[in-house]
């Protein structure tokens, strides 16, 4: 699961069966820091966002469980929250290698 | 399953019915030493994890349904566990 920050609206009147009435958005996959990764990507909404929202978005066959009511539609990313508040800590708060030998965490 | 940090959290009013009062939280998954830390990514929490701990996550969807107990929840990530502590040889 990963964020993705809304650009713009896809609409496409010739499309496979299943996936009629789907609201299509244009998203920029984004990390914690909210940098771009990869390239524009069409996603499934379900949520009802728009251009410019922060939203939450899962991937592969998950996306297709989202979707209200129809089971076997071909989607592969769908947005299935939109981000009200997001906190994350700055990078080098936690040491994420992992030393050889024992390491407790609590 | 990967063992991976909680770095924050995230809140969501309005998302899918199957997120409905379950939290969101930022992972970072641990690397051995010389391997790129900067990869995240979102996993649904399902042990009370907060920030700083260490958790083991599921990224599968159909571990996920099963740990969910809901055989349609659009949910690939989810954190299963706390690590007390590590051995790496």
């Known amino acids: 699961m990963l964020f993705g920050r809304v650009h713009g609206t896809?609409?496409?009147t010739m499309k496979i069966a299943g996936t009629e009435g789907l609201k299509l958005?244009?998203?920029?996959?984004?990390?914690?820091?909210?940098?771009?990764?990869?390239?524009?990507q069409v996603a499934a909404d379900v949520v009802q966002a728009g251009p410019g929202d922060l939203c939450v978005m899962v991937r592969s066959r998950e996306a297709a469980l989202?979707?209200?009511e129809i089971r076997?539609?071909?989607v592969d990313l769908a947005l299935i929250g939109i981000v009200d508040e997001l906190h994350v800590l700055p990078?080098?708060?936690?040491d994420l290698v992992m030393k050889k030998g024992s390491t407790s965490y609590t | 399953m990967i063992l991976a940090k909680v770095i924050g959290t995230v809140v969501t009013t309005i998302s899918h019915p199957h997120y409905k009062n379950r939290r969101?939280?930022?992972?970072?998954?641990?690397?051995c030493e010389g391997d790129n830390t900067d990869e995240d990514f979102i996993a649904l929490d399902n042990t009370?994890?907060?920030i700083g701990d260490t958790v083991l996550v599921n990224r599968e969807g159909n571990g996920a349904r099963q740990v969910l107990k809901n055989p349609d929840a659009c949910v690939i990530s989810v954190i299963v566990g706390i690590i007390d502590s590590v051995h790496v040889e």
């Open chain 1, 72 to 74: 076997f539609v071909p």
């Open chain 1, 91 to 94: 990078d080098g708060t936690f």
């Open chain 1, 66 to 68: 989202a979707m209200p």
């Open chain 2, 48 to 50: 009370h994890a907060g």
């Open chain 2, 24 to 31: 969101l939280l930022v992972v970072q998954p641990l690397v």
């Open chain 1, 10 to 12: 896809a609409v496409c």
């Open chain 1, 25 to 40: 958005l244009v998203v920029q996959p984004v990390n914690r820091k909210l940098e771009p990764v990869g390239a524009l």
